[in-house]
């Protein structure tokens, strides 16, 4: 009897530190995900099953739980072995808009390819990305088929951040637009308030609104701005078909999940048949 219960413990044991150590390897490691949609091919296809890796930047904690009760999610992250590189593929959490307030939707997660780091400043003109002046950046074939397509665009897509009648950006010809580094101080005036104000709201957690083209927090008018986060662009290697900052404008650190390293499993959305091609691909 006693070596039948030192048996089901021995069990139990073995089953729970197998738990425990999945559940470290989820929280400091890699994260996995499935991808839905097309807008990162060909990198990335529909279907793929990816590993992302949490330590190239370092894993990211929510400091309390007060979110589950509708509060803004307060993160930490623990030091990584690098930073994020432009070009990177990243996995990150979609903005929401919840009762006027943009944060983080805690339930969706988005994949798409690093454009430009905090500190940059990104223009598309006609069609191909230009960071602090130089190209090379994002889907180069996709972007000649933006610079040469001459077609009719639907508004809701021709159309870009931050939708205003003063700058009047689609995805043909977009910017210049300063990627703010954590640190870094702005001053704020008639043109930009409405580039800034959604990233300084986050920031703030505060109410912020604009008045004659400038910009208040509460009922205080903002002349400059400190920026305590880092702010990226991101963009699908689909350019016709991706949701990313070119309508969302740029995404906090905060938001990061870590770096997409490479397929781990591929099935057809369709057929439900394994990819074999993609198992184990490198993601770059």
């Not at 300063?178 to 986050?202: C, E, K, Q, V, W």
């Given at each position: ?41 060909p990198t990335i296809e529909p279907g793929d099953f990816i590993v ?26 623990v030091p990584g072995f690098s930073s994020l590189k432009r070009n ?197």
């Amino acid at each position: 009897m006693k070596k039948v219960i030192k048996s089901i413990f021995q069990y139990v044991g073995a089953i729970l530190l197998a738990i425990v150590i999945a559940a470290l390897l989820r929280f400091f490691i890699v994260d996995f995900y499935s991808i839905p949609s097309d807008s990162m091919y060909p990198t990335i296809e529909p279907g793929d099953f990816i590993v992302v890796n949490k330590m190239y930047m370092g894993a990211r904690f929510y400091k309390n739980f007060d979110f589950l009760d509708g509060a803004h999610p307060e993160t930490v992250r623990v030091p990584g072995f690098s930073s994020l590189k432009r070009n990177d593929v990243i996995v990150f959490n979609f903005p929401t808009h919840t009762n006027g307030r943009w944060d983080m939707d805690l339930g969706t997660f988005y994949v798409k390819r690093c454009i430009a780091l905090p500190g940059d400043t990104l223009s598309i003109i006609a069609g191909i990305n230009h960071i602090n002046g130089k190209t090379g950046y994002g889907n180069m074939e996709e972007q000649q088929r933006l610079h040469h397509y001459r077609g009719e665009y639907a508004p809701g897509i021709y159309n870009a951040f931050p939708f205003d009648y003063w700058h009047r950006w689609n995805i043909q010809d977009f910017g210049p637009l300063y990627l703010p580094a954590a640190g870094a101080t702005i001053t704020i005036d008639t043109l930009n308030f409405s580039l800034y104000r959604h990233l300084i709201a986050y920031e703030t957690q505060a109410p912020v609104h604009s008045q004659d083209r400038q910009l208040y927090i509460r009922d205080s008018l903002i002349r400059e701005y400190t920026f305590q986060k880092n702010w990226y662009f991101v963009a699908g290697d689909q350019i016709f078909n991706s949701r990313d900052s070119r309508y969302i404008g740029p995404i906090p650190e905060d938001f990061i999940v870590g770096k997409a390293s490479f397929v781990l499993t591929s099935k057809d959305p369709h057929t439900k048949k394994y990819v074999w091609r993609r198992f184990f691909k490198k993601i770059k």
